[in-house]
């Protein structure tokens, strides 16, 4: 198993941090020197903000994959376990901040809007531009602050948290109501683009691109109609077809598998015994005996 890391800085060691902690750094300043990637880790006691300006990427997080595109803002609380792949054009300013810093900074701040903070937030702008240009300007501040030792400079920049986080929570209330709609009528055409495409077996970031959409937009998404992801509604309409066909049809294994676009027959008996908990072959013997049955049943027999 991957051993986990806790950083201050990402690839610098975890040192005693006092509560007023707050530090600025650009993404395209450190990673070359880390291969353009960040392995697993945490940031103890240090809450996360980052903002893609160029570039795209994958987040892992909680072991599952984002991939992403500027422009999006990442908050990453204290404690989450993440990872980053970055493309080399990538450009974003980090703003890591301790949490007694950040709590002091957000005290009398609505209580809804503060939710924001309590998970990790991937937040898109689509066409919210004024947004972008506030959370922009956040991010401005502290970089024109940070290097400064000015009479307030913490006071400004605790103004720039509050800003960026409001400009946070309006979005995700924003989402939560009128942008329920636009969800909806994604989720129902990426229901109608997997059912029509479901034997091509597409990736999430193909079926993604014909909705116009990012991958992880799509991901989000699905999890919020159905509690699932894009590929584990996939994976569940194969399996519904993988079972329809053995079950109704003469076809052998090897024939269904090339049909629902398994590349090999072993591929698909390691999907179907993973999905169904049994492999095909007995999957057909057993529900089939079990039909038989009921039909003399009901036969009189």
Not at 77 to 86: D, I, L, N, Y
Not at 142 to 164: F, H, K, N, T, W
Request: proline share 5%.
């Amino acid at each position: 198993m991957e051993e986990i890391s806790s950083f201050g800085i990402y690839g610098s060691a975890l040192p005693e941090f006092d509560a007023a902690f707050l530090h600025y750094e650009r993404i395209e300043d450190q990673l070359p020197f880390h291969g353009w990637k960040a392995g697993a880790h945490l940031h103890e006691g240090l809450d996360q903000f980052l903002y893609f300006i160029r570039g795209s990427g994958r987040l892992i997080l909680d072991g599952e994959q984002h991939e992403f595109k500027a422009p999006v803002l990442m908050f990453m609380p204290a404690g989450t376990v993440h990872g980053f792949e970055f493309s080399r054009d990538v450009r974003a300013p980090i703003i890591t901040v301790a949490k007694p810093f950040m709590d002091a900074a957000m005290i009398g701040m609505d209580a809804g809007l503060l939710s924001v903070l309590r998970q990790p937030q991937l937040i898109y702008f689509d066409n919210a531009l004024r947004e972008r240009k506030e959370i922009a300007t956040s991010f401005k501040i502290v970089a024109r602050e940070y290097p400064e030792m000015a009479v307030g400079r913490q006071i400004v920049m605790a103004s720039a948290l509050r800003l960026m986080v409001t400009t946070m929570g309006r979005m995700a209330s924003q989402k939560s109501t009128s942008g329920d709609l636009v969800q909806e009528e994604i989720f129902a055409a990426f229901t109608r683009e997997l059912e029509a495409h479901f034997k091509a077996q597409p990736t999430v970031a193909d079926m993604a691109k014909k909705l116009g959409v990012t991958a992880a937009r799509l991901t989000a998404i699905c999890r919020a109609a159905s509690e699932k992801t894009p590929q584990a509604l996939l994976h569940e309409r194969l399996l519904t077809e993988a079972k329809r066909m053995l079950l109704y049809t003469a076809h052998p294994a090897t024939t269904i598998s090339y049909s629902l676009g398994f590349r090999e027959p072993a591929y698909f008996s390691r999907f179907f015994k993973r999905m169904a908990q049994m492999p095909p072959g007995e999957f057909r013997a057993t529900m089939r005996g079990g039909m038989r049955k009921r039909k003399r049943s009901d036969d009189g027999i």
